[in-house]
């Protein structure tokens, strides 16, 4: 099983600042099998980023993701108030999947 | 418009069984796989179960292999998560997704439901 490690695990920002989020893989994961989901308190999550780096429908494009083999990135160029939620990276492998223990980005 | 509508979540005794359903509409459901993914209270989400478009295939997380089931209606767009020996840590709000095809396979979730509470507790 492919475990996914994100760091760090809150990060506290300010709106109009830029966030990063590290999604470390076991072992190499297909770009096209890593997704990115943004998850607020008492909704489901949302897909962001898929492919590692193509935005899904709506998505603004502060958000952006990148990133190959074991080493991947979402970004966020400035935080909007909405923006503040836990994010979470997913990879596929074999028909399974797994996702990372989550990133809380915080109002500082 | 996509909606997936959780249902039969619950309180449940330690040993006991229950049957989650989840009703899709707005898009050809035949035609796509679909999982279920849980959250623990307070913790991160976690991948349990797929099944392919045709129900041909499935697929278990370590921890639910042998005592969970799913399965499909395709003929009723419904999705289906039997689940049997439950135990305290199954606990969780357990939401159904919608895949979608990407390159070679089903890699990520575009659609998600809003979840279904299952307690197991005596």
């Known amino acids: 099983e492919i475990v996914l490690t994100q760091s760090p695990g809150t990060l506290s920002l300010s709106p109009g600042e830029r966030a990063t989020v590290s999604c470390r893989a076991s072992?190499?994961?297909?770009?096209?099998?890593l997704a990115w989901y943004q998850q607020k308190p008492g909704q489901a999550p949302r897909l962001l980023i898929y492919?590692?780096?193509s935005r899904a429908t709506g998505i603004p494009d502060r958000f952006s993701g990148s990133g190959s083999g074991a080493d991947f990135t979402l970004i966020i160029s400035r935080l909007e108030p909405e923006d503040f939620a836990v994010y979470y990276c997913q990879q596929y492998d074999n028909s399974r999947r797994t996702f990372g223990q989550g990133t809380k980005v915080e109002i500082k | 418009e996509v909606q997936l509508l959780e249902s039969g979540g619950g309180l449940v005794q330690p040993g006991g069984s229950l049957r989650l359903s989840c009703a899709a509409s707005g898009f050809t459901f035949s035609n796509y796989a679909m999982s279920w993914v849980r959250q623990a209270p307070g913790k991160g989400l976690e991948w349990v179960s797929a099944i392919s478009d045709g129900a041909g295939s499935t697929y278990y997380a370590d921890s639910v292999k042998g005592r969970f089931t799913v399965s499909r209606d395709n003929s009723k767009n419904t999705l289906y998560l039997q689940m049997n020996s439950l135990r305290a840590e199954d606990t969780a709000v357990y939401y159904c997704?919608?895949?979608?095809?990407?390159?070679?396979?089903?890699?990520?979730?575009?659609?998600w439901g809003q979840g279904t509470l299952v307690t197991v507790s005596s």
């Open positions: 492919g590692a780096s």
């Open positions: 072992q190499s994961v297909s770009s096209s099998n």
């Open positions: 997704a919608k895949a979608e095809w990407f390159s070679s396979g089903w890699p990520y979730f575009d659609y």
